[in-house]
C-alpha cells in the first residue's frame, strides 16, 4: 500500500514537473515574438519625423474654430501647418500639426469636397493623434457639421492614413534636403479645398 502511494505521488510530482518545463520553455519564444512585433518607440520616432517634415514644408493654414473644439484643442480658429495629397478619387489626405504652442496635436484626414448649388463643404473623417501615434478621437464630417464617432469605428483608416504619410516621407526625403518638391507645393496648396474652413 505505501509502495503503491509512492508510486502515485511521484507520478504526480513527474506530471507537474513536465508541466513546468513545458512552460518555461515557452518563455523565451513568448519574449522573442515580442521582440519581432512593432513598438510603440519605433512608430512613435516615424511619426515624429513626419510631423518634422510638415513643420518645415507644410502650407500655413488654420482649423475652423468648431472643429478645433470638438477636438479639444480650443475654441479658436487653430494654426497649423499642412501637407495634403488628393488620391484619385478626389478624396485628399491630410497631416496637420498644431503650431500653437499651448494647444499640441496632430489632425489627420480624409475629406472629399462636395459643390452642390448653396455651398461647398465636406465630407469624411478626421483623427486627433500626437507625436505617440496614438488615437486621441475621431469625427465624422458632413455636410451638417462635425460629430464625435466611437474611435474603434475608424481605427483601421486611421492606421491606413498613418502609414500613407510615413511612406510619403520616406518618398519624399531625399528632396525635402535640397529643396522642396514643387509636386508637394502644389497638392498642398490644392488640398486647401478640402480642408473645412
Not at 513568448?30 to 512593432?38: I, M, S, V
Not at 513598438?39 to 507644410?58: C, D, I, R
Not at 504619410?165 to 519624399?172: C, D, N, T
Amino acid at each position: 500500500m505505501l509502495h503503491a502511494v509512492l508510486t502515485l505521488l511521484l507520478a504526480r510530482v513527474w506530471h507537474h514537473s513536465k508541466l513546468l518545463f513545458a512552460a518555461l520553455a515557452l518563455i523565451p519564444v513568448a519574449l522573442l515574438a515580442q521582440g519581432l512585433a512593432p513598438t510603440p518607440h519605433s512608430e512613435q520616432a516615424e511619426l515624429f519625423k513626419v510631423e518634422e517634415w510638415v513643420l518645415s514644408q507644410g502650407a500655413a493654414e488654420s482649423i475652423a474654430p468648431e472643429l478645433a473644439a470638438i477636438f479639444g484643442l480650443g475654441s479658436d480658429r487653430l494654426p497649423v501647418r499642412v501637407t495634403s495629397f488628393r488620391t484619385t478619387g478626389g478624396i485628399s489626405y491630410a497631416f496637420a500639426v498644431s503650431t500653437n504652442p499651448t494647444q499640441k496635436g496632430i489632425v489627420l484626414s480624409a475629406l472629399k469636397t462636395i459643390a452642390d448649388k448653396m455651398k461647398i463643404y465636406s465630407v469624411g473623417t478626421a483623427w486627433l493623434t500626437d507625436r505617440s501615434g496614438i488615437l486621441r478621437r475621431t469625427i465624422a464630417v458632413d455636410a451638417s457639421g462635425a460629430r464625435v464617432l466611437p474611435d474603434s469605428s475608424r481605427a483601421a483608416a486611421f492606421k491606413n492614413i498613418k502609414a500613407f504619410f510615413v511612406k510619403k516621407l520616406q518618398v519624399a526625403s531625399p528632396i525635402t534636403t535640397s529643396s522642396p518638391s514643387p509636386r508637394i507645393s502644389a497638392t498642398a496648396a490644392g488640398g486647401k479645398k478640402g480642408t473645412k474652413q
